[in-house]
């Protein structure tokens, strides 16, 4: 028997849309294979991992534990939708020159649920954006260029234009001398 | 328009390299953007029309007969296009050509829990997944093998008939200078027993593929893969069609760490079924899936025996290894050597014997994670070094720093070593924590400990016997100043696409912004043997630089005719290319590229590279020798609660000779990545498998297929990590390059061990450390026992006869004494290690260059 399906109306990155969907399917499935929106990964659908967090009405969201009819009428926000035009959001930016993304999977749900984090506080401390991101697993990075580019991204949101990042996050230490 | 102007940029002085414009300088990664944006095309992210979907049915029980399947029902279900079984595959295969034991879907018996038995197509990923689970099968029940004791006592049935006796898969024996007269010198001998728990890589990305049939008979393969051209040579022979019609390419992976280095079955029953159905299949595993593919670390039960002069001098060393293999071959064999082969890069060891052996178990397959079977006895010997120096009365660091292999020589089981960063790795943590000051006089509970470690950079001999270059590049020049390069590499998160590009952009004075990749496609780009053994930026680098010079020369000769500048005196920067010791500007590089295309035709170039040979000549000298060797250092500081055994590590400190840096960022990045993955196996991440109750089957499962119950450390798991960039350059490495992907991963369990010991001042001798260990030990110690958690006697093992190879201090010539075996592997030996390609080529026999 064909799997019953609903029209769905939300907006996407601020862009209404409306698609018909199986009525089982989360918003993990309805964003990636409805909306073509692919951007949104996965690593378990089980939330256990954090991989596909989104945005719904600002807050992150697991979203292959949605139910993408829970999203109805609702705002939903992707990794598509956070570059201004062809300008990298200042999380992009700093996540792509410190090397906080390197096999790039877990970057956009890192991505989302770190701007919700800086709507939320705009100066946090290294411990509130551990906190923060503990929900997300990363296999590649060991965690700390993810840190030092949230950080360096909320010094420029907070219009530090000439912030940037230390020294040790691209070169490492000095070597001490003997 | 501004004025041009000649780039700043002196002519280098005698005898001094060309000064760099971008490598050591931190840059974004050519990828960067596309992976902050969500643009980058990982494998399920891809979509054809037409498109159906596939789903595997796995097995549910651990070792049994098939007696019958029956697929009726799942035909029957509305949407379903087709059911395979493993009547469809009869040819089998395997990463290594001598363990080719896997089927696309098991014939006639399953291994473990998860082997894939059926798979169905059908037109929504729903409906494959429904159909799957209404294919009926029948088992008979076989005994089950859970672990390397019950292999061993266990000899019949056996898992495969392949096996070098009952479920011994592998036996090795290597004895290499006379070890008995070394012991005899030695004025201390310390033996240990040593557990490493297995455990998996866990990419986050879990493996899919794409088949698309296309044109006739051909078809193109998109898989998150490593190893591209190896899966290529996979898909072909179970298949049975020229490789000409199949092209695999290799998507961006999301992470590998090891795991995605093997042809899967999914992969090729993807491929069987988009030429049944003339339609492109997808798959994408569930994360229960990717812990039935596994193929990561070996659970390894070692016992150490060494002897030491009064200096912490190794006299001799003898190591035994034994290998939880789980149900197939896959790198087995391989990981069974370099449980051995790397003990002897870091410290001179001039007597040393390796026994080895490999059983298989009804369990996930193990394989390749990184380090691939030697952080195991690493964390043995780094761990036993630190008994060395308590027992000695020295200080772990200056033991160490007094006990240096010397670079360049070759060591006991000959290989050749490179240049050797090591000192100045350990003084470099020693200093930054403080160590020589600190080491056992920090206040209870808390404690430092001291490891080192080496790696590979690239694998010296290929996974099948050939005398082909290892990786090629091909670099093609544009009218508009674009460069296109070529390269079979894949990118896994690395930072590979960068280093390629990088190493170009370099030698042709461009900017990256003026490089396009075309990267690990088997239609399009050179073989390059994937990304495995830390290979890619020293073999891949070297060729990428020798297709960049040959390009450069010939806009040289072009610019040199046309501007009347002598060859010697032309640079290339800041995309110019102008007489450094004039004032002109000289031409701009698409100038350039228009002088030289007039001249000479279409301009595109080639680079290759093969790995020297390496100097031992022994069955079994195929594993250990690369180009050269990287190098890491790590101090751990730890804080331990005595009553409850709960600790937390504080600090990181570590050092990495990397040769040097073509990008320090992506270099930070694996090194905080390996410490990151060495504290997960030291202090949480275990395969552990548990037997079903038997009221519901008593099936051997693993305990927790999950990312939430299989643990890893989270952001608030990790400590602060202060890394040093040690730079030696190696002329064997592209610019000096060396590895960094796996290296720094192997210090760090030997150091938490160690930091335990300075912190509560009990051993705990396996990994992962849990708290429950050390009350143990505290308990032990209290009780007036030995104050140690470990393995208590490693069992009983026939590791076959062994080989005896003198060593080159014993006027030996790296050949073995008693090999009498030659003779059965007579094809090994034309094509593999016992000649050189020069000797095989003057023979003008095609078939002793290459293995089917």
Redesign the interface.
């Known amino acids: 028997m064909p799997a019953e399906k609903t029209l769905l109306s939300f907006t996407l990155n601020g862009e209404a849309h409306q698609v018909l969907a199986p009525t089982h399917h989360t918003l993990l499935e309805v964003l990636r294979e409805e909306c073509a929106a692919t951007g949104t990964k996965h690593g378990c659908e089980l939330g256990e991992c954090g991989t596909c967090t989104v945005l719904v009405d600002g807050q992150p969201v697991l979203s292959c534990l949605l139910l993408a009819v829970e999203a109805e009428g609702r705002a939903v926000e992707t990794v598509e939708g956070l570059q201004l035009g062809n300008q990298l959001h200042p999380l992009q930016a700093a996540f792509a020159d410190l090397g906080a993304a390197q096999c790039g999977y877990c970057t956009p749900g890192m991505l989302m649920t770190a701007k919700a984090l800086l709507a939320a506080n705009p100066e946090p401390s290294t411990e509130e954006i551990r906190a923060a991101l503990a929900g997300n697993l990363c296999r590649c990075t060991g965690y700390h260029k993810i840190v030092q580019a949230v950080e360096w991204a909320a010094a420029r949101l907070r219009g530090e234009a000439t912030a940037e990042p230390p020294r040790e996050a691209l070169y490492g230490s000095p070597e001490p001398q003997r | 328009m501004q004025p041009l102007e000649k780039p700043e940029h002196d002519a280098p002085a005698e005898g001094e390299e060309r000064p760099l414009n971008l490598i050591g300088k931190?840059f974004?990664?050519v990828?960067?953007?596309?992976?902050?944006?969500?643009?980058?095309?990982?494998a399920?992210?891809l979509s054809f029309p037409r498109m159906v979907h596939l789903k595997l049915l796995r097995s549910t029980v651990p070792h049994a007969e098939i007696l019958e399947i029956d697929a009726s029902a799942a035909l029957a279900l509305?949407g379903v296009l087709a059911v395979a079984t493993g009547e469809d595959f009869p040819v089998p295969f395997g990463i290594l050509p001598v363990s080719e034991d896997e089927h696309a879907l098991c014939r006639g018996k399953v291994r473990f829990v998860g082997d894939p038995v059926a798979a169905v197509a059908a037109l929504?990923e729903?409906q494959a997944a429904e159909a799957a689970l209404a294919v009926r099968v029948q088992y008979r029940p076989l005994s089950t093998i859970a672990s390397l004791e019950e292999a061993l006592a266990t000899p019949e049935p056996q898992i495969h008939d392949y096996a070098d006796s009952g479920n011994l898969h592998k036996q090795v024996s290597m004895c290499f200078g006379d070890v008995a007269a070394g012991f005899e010198e030695a004025e201390l001998v310390l033996e240990d027993t040593f557990f490493y728990s297995g455990n998996t890589?866990?990419?986050?990305?879990?493996h899919a593929s794409v088949a698309v049939p296309e044109d006739d008979d051909r078809l193109t393969l998109y898989s998150s893969t490593q190893t591209p051209h190896y899966l290529h040579r996979a898909l072909a022979k179970v298949l049975g069609l020229p490789g000409s019609r199949i092209r695999v390419v290799g998507t961006?992976?999301?992470?590998?760490?090891g795991g995605k280095s093997d042809p899967f079955q999914h992969e090729i029953v993807a491929a069987w079924l988009a030429l049944k159905l003339g339609r492109p299949v997808k798959i994408c595993l569930?994360?229960e899936e990717v812990f039935a593919c596994h193929r990561g670390r070996h659970p390894v039960l070692m016992q150490l025996r060494t002897g030491f002069r009064r200096d912490g001098g190794i006299t001799a060393q003898h190591l035994k290894t034994a290998l939880d293999g789980g149900a197939y071959g896959s790198y087995g064999v391989a990981s069974t050597y370099y449980t051995g082969a790397l003990q002897t890069v870091t410290y001179p060891l001039p007597r040393y014997w390796f026994e080895g052996a490999r059983v298989f178990t009804n369990k996930a397959p193990c394989g390749p994670k990184r380090g691939h079977g030697t952080p195991q006895p690493r964390f043995g010997f780094e761990v036993q070094l630190d008994k060395a120096a308590v027992a000695l009365g020295l200080n772990p660091a200056d033991l160490r720093l007094a006990n240096l292999a010397e670079p360049g020589s070759v060591t006991a089981n000959w290989l050749q070593l490179g240049t050797i960063g090591l000192g100045?790795c350990i003084?470099?943590v020693v200093?930054?924590s403080g160590y020589r000051e600190r080491w056992g006089k920090m206040p209870a509970g808390r404690g430092l400990g001291l490891a080192c470690g080496a790696y590979l950079c690239g694998a010296g001999l290929p996974i099948y016997w050939n005398h082909m270059p290892q990786s090629g590049v091909l670099v093609k020049l544009d009218r508009s100043g674009g460069v296109a390069v070529y390269c079979g590499q894949s990118e896994?998160?690395?930072?590979s696409d960068s280093v390629l590009a990088a190493i170009v952009a370099e030698v042709l004075g461009v900017g990256l912004g003026d490089i396009r990749l075309c990267v690990a496609d088997t239609d399009l780009t050179p073989v390059d043997l994937g990304s495995y053994s830390s290979r890619v930026t020293l073999m891949m680098g070297n060729a990428a630089r020798e297709a960049a010079e040959r390009a450069r020369e010939l806009l040289a000769q072009a610019v040199s005719a046309m501007l009347e500048v002598p060859l010697e005196r032309l640079a290339f920067a800041e995309g110019r290319v102008f007489d450094v010791a004039g004032s002109e500007p000289g031409l701009s590089f698409a100038e350039a590229v228009i002088a030289a295309e007039a001249r000479f035709g279409t301009l595109a170039t080639t680079g290759s590279y093969v790995p020297p040979r390496a100097p031992g000549k022994y069955r079994g000298a195929g594993v250990g020798p690369s180009p050269t060797y990287s190098y890491s250092a790590a101090v751990i500081e730890v804080e331990v609660d005595p009553a409850t055994g709960l600790y937390r590590v504080e600090q990181v400190w570590l050092?990495h000779d990397i040769g040097r840096a073509i990008n320090?960022?992506?270099?930070?990045?694996q090194?905080?990545?390996?410490?990151?993955?060495g504290l997960g196996e030291a202090m949480m991440e275990d395969s552990a498998y548990r037997r079903l109750p038997k009221r519901l089957s008593d099936a051997l499962v693993h305990k927790f297929p999950?990312?939430?119950e299989y643990k890893?450390p989270?952001?608030?798991d990790?400590p602060e990590?202060?890394?040093?960039?040690?730079e030696e350059p190696d002329p064997r490495g592209p610019f000096g390059a060396k590895e960094v992907g796996q290296g720094p991963l192997l210090p760090i369990p030997p150091a938490l061990a160690n930091a335990v010991f300075d912190a509560v001042g009990v051993r705990i001798d396996q990994v992962p450390i849990e708290p429950q260990m050390i009350v143990k030990a505290l308990e032990a110690r209290a009780a007036g026992k030995e104050a140690r958690f470990g393995p208590r006697a490693f069992p009983s093992i026939d590791f076959g006869e062994t080989l005896s190879v003198p060593t080159r201090e014993e006027g030996g010539d790296g050949r073995a004494i008693n090999d009498f075996s030659r003779g059965k592997s007579s094809r090994r030996a034309t094509s593999g290690t016992m000649k050189t390609r020069e000797e095989v080529l003057g023979e003008k026999k095609l078939e002793a260059l290459t293995t089917r």
């Open positions: 931190a974004r990664r990828d960067g953007r596309a992976k902050v944006t969500g643009q980058t095309r990982y399920d992210d509305p929504t729903d890589h866990l990419p986050l990305e879990q961006p992976n999301g992470g590998g760490f569930s994360r100045r003084e470099a200093a930054g896994i998160g690395q930072g050092a320090p960022a992506l270099v930070l990045g090194v905080e990545g390996g410490v990151y993955m999950s990312l939430l890893s989270t952001f608030l990790m990590v202060t890394t040093y960039l040690i």
